[in-house]
T-cell receptor, first 114, second 115 residues
Framework: DPKIIQKPKYLVAVTGSEKILICEQYLGHNAMYWYRQSAKKPLEFMFSYSYQKLMDNQTASSRFQPQSSKKNHLDLQITALKPDDSATYFCASSQGGASGNTLYFGEGSRLIVV | AQKVTQTQTSISVVEKTTVTMDCVYE???????LFWYKQTASGEIVFLIRQDSYKKENATVGHYSLNFQKPKSSIGLIITATQIEDSAVYFC????????????FGGGTRLTVRP
């Protein structure tokens, strides 16, 4: 059974709309992350959270907003969607937020913006 | 800023042979971590092996081993006795010390292991 659950696995959205990507991890980890993988770029770090607090944000646009309602949840809200946002978004977690820890990835949410 | 480059976009080998995948990186940090992950056909991304920059000994896990050449900023992945199920895309990544799991990934190398 997957230990990091992402929902939905696939979604198609209209330009200008808003979507929320859900992520729950059942590994007991304290740190969670979002990464993005698109056809044009390799896996890119977006956000990191540790104990539900934002640690790092490498996303230039404020249209991307992580939300952590529980320790094992880290959702990603994307507003005013653009076709360039089309990508697979991976949630990940690690035992701690320190460097060198192994990242465990979810199966990804593939977003297509038309 | 860090940069990770994997020049081999794809490699095809016969099963049970050894394959080496190249990776070079750029960083100004004196201490960092290097990782290899693989992405299967289903999209799943799985951690394989890690090298700490301050360790001279090459890391080995199962049939994965690393060829770490720090002066060349190079971290090659060696897979011995390849199996069909090793077919996947392999990503090299680096993380500066104290960067908090902010990995910079390379573009990936697609490995095909054929019978």
């Amino acid at each position: 059974d997957p230990k990091i659950i992402q929902k939905p696995k696939y979604l198609v959205a209209v330009t200008g709309s808003e979507k929320i990507l859900i992520c729950e991890q059942y590994l007991g980890h304290n740190a969670m992350y979002w990464y993005r993988q698109s056809a044009k770029k390799p896996l890119e770090f977006m956000f990191s959270y540790s104990y539900q607090k934002l640690m790092d944000n490498q996303t230039a646009s404020s249209r991307f907003q992580p939300q952590s309602s529980k320790k094992n949840h880290l959702d990603l809200q994307i507003t005013a969607l653009k076709p360039d946002d089309s990508a697979t978004y991976f949630c990940a977690s690690s035992q701690g937020g320190a460097s060198g820890n192994t990242l465990y990835f979810g199966e990804g949410s593939r977003l297509i913006v038309v | 800023a860090q940069k990770v480059t994997q020049t081999q976009t794809s490699i095809s080998v016969v099963e049970k042979t050894t394959v080496t995948m190249d990776c070079v990186y750029e960083t100004r940090d004196s201490s960092y971590f290097l990782f290899w992950y693989k992405q299967t056909a289903s999209g799943e991304i799985v951690f394989l092996i890690r090298q700490d920059s301050y360790k001279k000994e090459n890391a080995t896990v199962g049939h994965y081993s690393l060829n770490f050449q720090k002066p060349k900023s190079s971290i090659g992945l060696i897979i011995t006795a390849t199996q069909i199920e090793d077919s996947a895309v392999y990503f090299c990544a680096m993380e500066p010390h104290n960067a908090g799991a902010k990995l910079t990934f390379g573009g990936g190398t697609r490995l095909t292991v054929r019978p």
